[in-house]
């Protein structure tokens, strides 16, 4: 049966708000047991595998517990969150952008998994969002890439993060009539390379992965997605301050527990995990990789991704795109 975009904002604002299961005090009261595995849906190197190997670093010496992080990229990030549902154990957790399953409904006739699969316990970071084109290409500012592309129609190749960055760009490209070919990747980390050697002309990722290329001089970055400017980017405009707003996109990362998990034990690792965010070298370590300290607990998150999952359905009927779930 199909589900209409409010039924679907609905659905998910049922599911992540306070949570679906009666606390447990003793199960919450003994763990961890045994480590501790975080299961990450992008490559190393990525803003949400560079927050999640420092959570899991501090995260281990509170909890006495080894916590190790396991890289999963590939398909649209369901290996990741198949594997992260297959173990069924609540010793292993999903760190990674909500953005990457809030589309799987409007993209996938039948998925592995189910929202309530997907148990929020603590909202890390926001991590910075950003645009970026070889500097070869001689490109400034984003209404000048803009109109390159629209002189060019079909002649140039994007690499974009699939999920919500995906949907947003398509969203953006439509609104400002530009056809622009995208070059599917495994791991979009080693997209950043093409970008720079030119053989990719627009790239819209963590700025983490474009960072070291742009220090380099190889690439440009044009503008950042999120509703405020970056602090470690004061000077690099928003997308909506260039004329854009199509592009206005928060990179939303947390941590995810298994359906059965307990409240009240998600609620007590969120208070680890905000603790840990409150230090403030793991915030200055968080900023200097291009992210925005943004810590919640089960309840913020869930409501962020609410909000994120209507953000979702208007850029989804805006394309002509229906719920498939």
Known sequence: ???TFA???VLVAALFGLGVLP???SRAQAWPQRAVKFIVPLGPGSGVDIGARLFADRLSARWGKPVVVENRPGGDSLVAIK???SANDDHTLLFGPSGAFTVHPFQYDKLPYTLADLQPIARVSNTIIAVGVPASMNVGTLAEFVARARAEPGKLNAAVVPGITE????YFAKSTGLNIAKVPYKDIVQAAVDLGEGRVQVMVASYAILKPHT?????????VTGRQRAPILPQIPTAIEAGYPALELEGLAGLFGPRDMPRELRERIGADVMAVAADPVVSARLIGTAQIVNPGGPAEFGAAISAQTAQVAAMAKALGIKPKQ
């Open 167 to 170: 949907f947003t760009f398509d």
């Open 23 to 25: 606390a447990t005090s």
């Open 83 to 85: 594997a992260f549902v």
């Open 1 to 3: 049966m199909r589900m």
């Open 7 to 9: 039924r679907a904002a």
């Open 215 to 223: 220090e380099a001089g190889r690439v440009k970055t044009l503008v």
